[in-house]
């Protein structure tokens, strides 16, 4: 019986970095929690416990810190591909590196009109992430959005659909609608403004959900993506993740009161979850 090693990688999981950028009138902030992996020639450390070819995940963290002292962080994205350009350089016995990251979004305080030049505010749960896969020969990159809570109180619907004997959901013609927006698009090249297109992905999104005359979640998760390929033509493809969050009515028959779509109990669990890729030839 021949045993032999398959797929393997290693790396360093939840490097968190903040680093600030000091201005004279000032401050800017990027926080990023990072994950690095790297697949190549490694067979002898598995199987003869060689390990001469074998970074340590301990220097691959100091590495993060050392470009982040060398170079700002100007995207999460540019600082990925910069980290892999780094580790394909000096290691020869790597072949592929994968990068990802998420950064923690921090907006500077403004209070009546005065803004604080050294002080800030987070954004919740929502995350900018990005993720590369990179060889010596090509690049295929990824950015995206993870946890951008939205909701809207009507033009949603959900009608004529399947039923079987189990089925007790009501159809309903004018429903909220909510979801976490979790979305990741492929670049179709790494050379371009990575800040400028977030931004306006983001917005495309946000404007479609607002906008969008909803039959289904799948219906509005299609026109997001849609509008954010039509804007944007350097994405090749976009995928999104939508959990649907309920808010059920909530029955006030009880206490003699009627209840015309005003108050509503949030409920987290359990969820639906529509995901798809919506593509750009």
């Avoid at 800017?28 to 690095?36: P, R, S």
């Avoid at 980290?83 to 209070?111: C, G, K, M, Y």
């Avoid at 809570?149 to 909220?176: C, G, M, N």
């Amino acid at each position: 019986m021949a045993i032999r090693l398959g797929e393997n990688n290693y790396g360093k999981q939840r490097v968190r970095i903040l680093q600030v950028a000091r201005h004279p009138d000032r401050h800017d902030i990027k926080e990023l929690t990072l994950g690095i992996r790297l697949e190549g020639d490694f067979e002898t450390a598995h199987t003869k416990g060689d390990n001469r070819k074998v970074l340590p995940t301990d220097t691959m963290k100091n590495t993060v810190y050392a470009l982040a002292k060398q170079h700002a962080i100007e995207s999460p994205e540019a600082f990925c591909l910069r980290l892999a350009d780094h580790f394909l350089a000096r290691n020869p016995q790597v072949s592929r590196v994968r990068i990802e990251a998420a950064e923690t979004l921090w907006t500077r305080l403004a209070i009546e009109g005065k803004t604080y030049p050294h002080t800030f505010t987070g954004s919740n749960n929502e995350r900018r992430t990005a993720a590369l896969a990179a060889t010596r020969k090509e690049k295929t990159l990824h950015a995206g959005i993870a946890g951008l809570i939205v909701l809207k109180t009507t033009d949603s619907a959900f009608e004529d659909f399947l039923k079987d004997e189990y089925t007790t959901l009501k159809e309903d013609r004018d429903r909220i609608l909510a979801t976490a927006i979790s979305a990741n698009w492929l670049y179709r090249e790494s050379a371009i403004d990575f800040d400028q297109d977030w931004r306006g992905v983001r917005q495309s999104l946000l404007e479609a959900f607002a906008g969008h005359n909803s039959e289904s979640l799948q219906h509005t998760l299609y026109a997001m993506g849609e509008a954010a390929l039509k804007k944007f033509p350097s994405i090749r493809e976009i995928h999104l993740s939508l959990p649907n969050k309920h808010y059920n009515l909530v029955d006030l028959s009880p206490f003699h009161l009627e209840n015309p779509k005003e108050v509503f109990l949030p409920t987290d669990e359990p969820h639906g979850l529509i995901e798809a890729t919506v593509r750009s030839d």
